[in-house]
């Protein structure tokens, strides 16, 4: 029988994908210990972004599951810690680099993303539901798709993807969470119930600007934007902050909605 190696372990490691940044936990940095015995038994020390990590008990059985499948392999033990803040500023600079001033990565020449803003003259049209039902329809083609809920006022793309989520903050960076396999934001995430927004257009600027540099996408074929209606300061703050995204325009045959 072939001796179980610490190399053999972290092998499998590697193919444990990271259910947030979508990345291997071992090019994250989030093993921490690999301890085997001589009777086969491993144990897996993995670190935690935060120690409110919502997604641990997937981690956990994620990493189970590939060491078990290893040849060689007993039982398998995992424990869970949580990153220091030089850990958490380590991987911070290793998805995002280290420049002081947040980037907003679909506004970069090179950027291959596709950015769509669906908008209306009129609100009830339907571009909320377009937004959700074509992020959904993408990604089951197998593109990556994420949707920014920029109506502010009237966000309802948490509600229409049915996941009410919150998402996990690593220092200044936001991890969206995911719903149909779409990674979504909405200030509906960061309010209580359903606590209405007033803002003004500096305001506005602001977090949409933080929604789009602040939040860590990872590499999506399509990023959608569902604006609200008309054509206020959001509308005019995505021209500004994105000036190659793309309009889809949503209307109704009603002759209000259509002008």
């Not at 093993?31 to 144990?43: F, H, L, T």
């Not at 641990?56 to 398998?76: F, H, L, P, Q, W």
């Not at 793309?157 to 996941?163: D, E, F, K």
Request: proline content about 6%.
């Amino acid at each position: 029988m072939a001796v179980l190696t610490e190399s053999d372990v972290r092998t499998a490691l590697a193919k444990v994908i990271d259910p947030e940044i979508r990345k291997p936990i071992t090019d994250l940095g989030m093993v921490k210990s690999i301890d085997i015995s001589d009777d086969g038994a491993v144990g897996v020390g993995i670190y935690l972004t935060t120690s409110g990590c919502p997604m641990k008990t997937e981690i956990s059985d994620r990493v189970k599951n590939a060491v078990a499948d290893v040849e060689g392999v007993g039982t398998v033990s995992v424990e869970l810690d949580v990153m220091n803040d030089e850990q958490r500023t380590e991987l911070r600079k290793s998805l995002r680099g280290d420049s002081a001033e947040p980037i907003i990565p679909f506004a970069q020449p090179g950027s291959l993303t596709r950015v769509y803003a669906v908008a209306s003259g009129k609100g009830g049209v339907g571009k909320s539901s377009v937004t959700v039902n074509l992020a959904a329809s993408l990604t089951a083609r197998g593109l990556s798709v994420g949707v920014l809920d920029a109506d502010i006022y009237g966000h309802s793309v948490p509600r229409m993807l049915g996941n009410d989520a919150k998402p996990t903050q690593v220092e200044k960076m936001i991890m969206p969470p995911q719903a149909h396999g779409v990674k979504f934001i909405s200030i509906a995430q960061f309010t209580q119930g359903n606590t209405p927004v007033v803002w003004r257009g500096p305001m506005l600027h602001r977090a949409l600007q933080q929604f789009l540099a602040d939040v860590f996408w990872g590499d999506l074929d399509v990023l959608l934007l569902d604006l609200p209606p008309g054509t206020g300061d959001v509308a005019i703050s995505v021209a500004q902050l994105i000036p190659s995204a793309e309009i889809l325009v949503v209307t109704t045959p009603q002759q209000a909605a259509a002008e």
